[in-house]
């Protein structure tokens, strides 16, 4: 059974720093695109990021407000993928999910801000307060 498993998520002040894993199992990562969505209180779902299956190639894309902040990677050896945030600011405070395998682009993230994966993650939560 293929399992999504985020961490890294906490309280963390105005203009601080996290970084969020999103491991997986049961699944080869490395064949997939692999995204970062997140969702504040009485807020839609939003695309944070995601990455191509194909680092090679450096596609990677981002939500417009998270641009120069956040920077997705991913370790295929560790099947594990991962969102770096700085500077971030009480509106980024959300909960944070993984997802990977869109089904119509599996390894590309042409579709991504659709949120159209077939396995998400639990999601961990990220508060910025002071």
């Known amino acids: 059974q293929v399992q999504l498993v985020e961490s890294g998520g906490g309280l963390v002040q105005p203009g601080g720093s996290l970084r969020l894993s999103c491991a997986v199992s049961?699944?080869?990562?490395?064949?997939?695109?692999v995204a970062w969505f997140r969702q504040a209180p009485g807020k839609e779902r939003e695309g944070v990021s995601c990455?191509?299956?194909?680092?090679?190639?450096?596609?990677?894309y981002y939500l417009d407000s998270v641009k120069g902040r956040f920077t997705i990677s991913r370790d295929n050896d560790k099947n594990t993928a991962y969102l770096h945030m700085s500077s971030l600011s009480p509106e980024d405070t959300a909960v944070y999910y993984c997802?990977?395998?869109?089904?119509?682009?599996?390894?590309?993230?042409?579709?991504?801000?659709?949120?159209?994966?077939?396995?998400w993650g639990q999601g961990t939560q990220v508060t910025v307060a002071s």
């Open positions: 990455i191509s299956a194909d680092t090679s190639t450096g596609y990677a």
């Open positions: 049961d699944f080869t990562l490395a064949d997939y695109a």
């Open positions: 997802a990977t395998d869109p089904p119509t682009t599996p390894e590309s993230c042409a579709r991504w801000r659709s949120g159209d994966f077939r396995f």
